[in-house]
């Protein structure tokens, strides 16, 4: 099992982007950015890395996938209070776009939206003492 993740994603205008997530909370390893890559901490194991097009090009030998209406992947993150997912979504609104209606499961509360290179988002929190007790028979 890996130790580490990285998601690599490619954007139009890496500053813009940057903006857009710290905006959100997030904060970003300076020792992995520069004008063309800005690398995002989700967490101590988790890294998403915000590459220029170009650069993202000579990662991806196929290039990115453009094509409307479909979704390459949908990055989701979880949070530690259900209050974070309102106001990370919130804050996504100001320049992002919604991708799918709020889900309330009680056990679980989750909003999506596309960030400004359309990329798919989800923040979720989830109460693990609440989900449904199913018994096998």
Known sequence: MASMMFVNLPVADVRRSRDFFRRLGFRFDEMFCDHSTACMVVNDRAMVVLMDRRRF?????????????????????????R??????????????MPLRETEDLGFLYARSFCDPDGHAWEVVWM???????????
């Not at 109460?127 to 028979?137: L, W």
């Open 57 to 81: 090009a000579g990662l991806a030998v196929a290039g990115p996938l453009e094509r409307p209406g479909l979704r390459e992947s949908v990055v989701t993150f979880a949070v530690d209070e």
């Open 83 to 96: 209050a974070q997912v309102d106001r990370i979504a919130d804050a996504a609104m100001a320049d992002g």
């Open 127 to 137: 109460d693990p003492a609440q989900i449904p007790r199913t018994t096998d028979r």
